[in-house]
């Protein structure tokens, strides 16, 4: 529900901002063609920029899982150690004693787990720096895209199409084409 609300919200904003402006500029001369129209989806679809970002985040995917099966095999080794260190210490032990060593062998296990949890952390977190890095890159090309297309189209204000009932010009196929043209 907060999502619709926030998407009303920007629409609302968006109607609102475009209100202003025609307000400002005067009904009259504000031509239709002055507001661009961009859809969102077909451009991270079919921008080269978007799409080299989909293809990293993929490829960093497939690193986390690989580097989490890695770290599974470890612990799997270790835990096969462990049993067998704990099972020869176990030997010719008291009920006592045995529970004692039981607990000192769970705590290791426990602090292995807790540093696989760290190690996992530390490189999602190192993926999700470049990952945003290189998303604020390809945002940049997008907005410079959209407005090279503007320059060249005299369109003043650029709208998601979904926020446009009527008028203004659709660019989004020229925006992706500005984006192929800068590979």
Same mark, same amino acid.
């Given at each position: 529900?907060?999502?619709?609300? =926030?998407?009303?919200?920007?629409?609302? @904003?968006?109607?609102l901002l475009a209100?202003?402006?025609?307000?400002?500029? @005067?009904?009259?001369?504000l031509r239709v063609e002055?507001?661009?129209?961009? /859809?969102?989806?077909?451009? +991270?679809? #079919? =921008?080269?920029?978007?799409? #080299?970002?989909? /293809?990293?985040?993929t490829t960093y995917e497939?690193?986390? +899982?690989t580097y989490r099966n890695h770290l599974s095999g470890q612990f799997q080794s270790y835990l096969t150690e462990l049993n067998e260190e704990k099972e020869a210490k176990l030997a010719g032990k008291s009920a006592e004693e045995k529970k004692a060593i039981e607990a000192e062998y769970a705590k290791k296990v426990q602090a292995? !787990?807790?540093?696989?949890?760290? !190690?996992? !952390?530390?490189?999602?977190?190192?993926l999700q720096k470049k990952l945003d890095a290189?998303?604020?890159?390809? /945002?940049a090309k997008g907005k410079e895209a959209i407005a090279a297309v503007c320059r060249e189209k005299g369109i003043a204000i650029v709208l998601n199409k979904t926020a446009v009932y =009527?008028?203004?010009?659709e660019i989004t196929e020229a925006v992706i084409a500005k984006g192929q043209s800068k590979k």
């Open positions: 529900m907060k999502g619709k609300n =926030f998407f009303l919200a920007v629409l609302l @904003g968006g109607c209100a202003a402006v025609m307000a400002s500029w @005067g009904a009259a001369s002055a507001l661009g129209l961009v /859809d969102p989806a077909k451009i +991270q679809e #079919r =921008f080269p920029a978007y799409v #080299r970002l989909l /293809d990293l985040k497939k690193e986390m +899982q292995k !787990q807790n540093e696989m949890v760290r !190690q996992i !952390q530390t490189k999602h977190e190192e290189e998303t604020a890159k390809a /945002d =009527f008028g203004g010009v």
